[in-house]
T-cell receptor, first 116, second 112 residues
Framework: GAVVSQHPSWVICKSGTSVKIECRSL??????MFWYRQFPKQSLMLMAT?????????EQGVEKDKFLINHASLTLSTLTVTSAHPEDSSFYIC????????????FGPGTRLTVT | AQSVTQLGSHVSVSEGALVLLRCNYS??????LFWYVQYPNQGLQLLLK??????LVKGINGFEAEFKKSETSFHLTKPSAHMSDAAEYFC??????????FGKGITLSVRP
């Protein structure tokens, strides 16, 4: 149980285009999802917290107009990288928190984004 | 505020040897502590967690960790390393805001 999927697993896009990454909780309802960014050989950096039906809360320094997050249902959150640039290339990981369990997060397999 | 310190970036052990990965934390509230493992180009898998109760927690794949409040530590151990244990390991803490704060991670290599 508690499986989280991400799609796509990797994507290459041209500079200036937008790309959408999906995060789904497959067998549970997730009232809260988190989006992280990970640079090579580094730790995970929390980008934003996404609550179903409300606006995402972004961490300091994260551009909310560049990284659009939508959490339209209890099983789906999306991250859209708008007007992507090479510096946005990274590994993006989502996690989902089970409703009623405030401390435990289940992680997706990650999405590798390369902007050329 | 909360933080996690994982000293060193790389640990190398021989197959069959003891694995010890250190983690110290700082938290203004009673912490929940986690160890995650990450294999290349994959997400994070939960190894074990401490929330309340018994301070020695056992996880998957033979790993265990002991919460020591007096030392603000949550070190990860495994009695006998296996080649398949080679991966990146992250210690994390969550507090009142339920956000996870990760350590910088440590790479475990296992020599045959």
């Amino acid at each position: 149980g508690a499986v989280v999927s991400q799609h796509p697993s990797w994507v290459i896009c041209k500079s200036g285009t937008s790309v959408k990454i999906e995060c789904r909780s497959l067998d549970f309802q997730a009232t809260t999802m988190f989006w992280y960014r990970q640079f090579p050989k580094q730790s995970l950096m929390l980008m934003a917290t996404s609550n179903e039906g409300s606006k995402a809360t972004y961490e300091q320094g994260v551009e909310k107009d560049k990284f659009l997050i939508n959490h339209a249902s209890l099983t789906l959150s999306t991250l859209t990288v708008t007007s992507a640039h090479p510096e946005d290339s990274s590994f993006y990981i989502c996690s989902a928190r089970v409703a009623g369990h405030s401390y435990e997060q289940y992680f997706g397999p990650g999405t590798r984004l390369t902007v050329t | 505020a909360q933080s996690v310190t994982q000293l060193g970036s790389h640990v190398s052990v021989s197959e069959g040897a003891l694995v010890l990965l250190r983690c110290n934390y700082s938290s203004s509230v009673p912490p929940y502590l986690f160890w995650y493992v990450q294999y290349p180009n994959q997400g994070l898998q939960l190894l074990l967690k401490y929330t309340t109760g018994a301070t020695l927690v056992k996880g998957i794949n033979g790993f265990e960790a002991e919460f020591k409040k007096s030392e603000t530590s949550f070190h990860l151990t495994k009695p006998s390393a296996h080649m398949s244990d080679a991966a990146e390991y992250f210690c994390a803490v969550t507090g009142a805001n339920s956000k996870l704060t990760f350590g910088k991670g440590i790479t475990l290599s296992v020599r045959p």
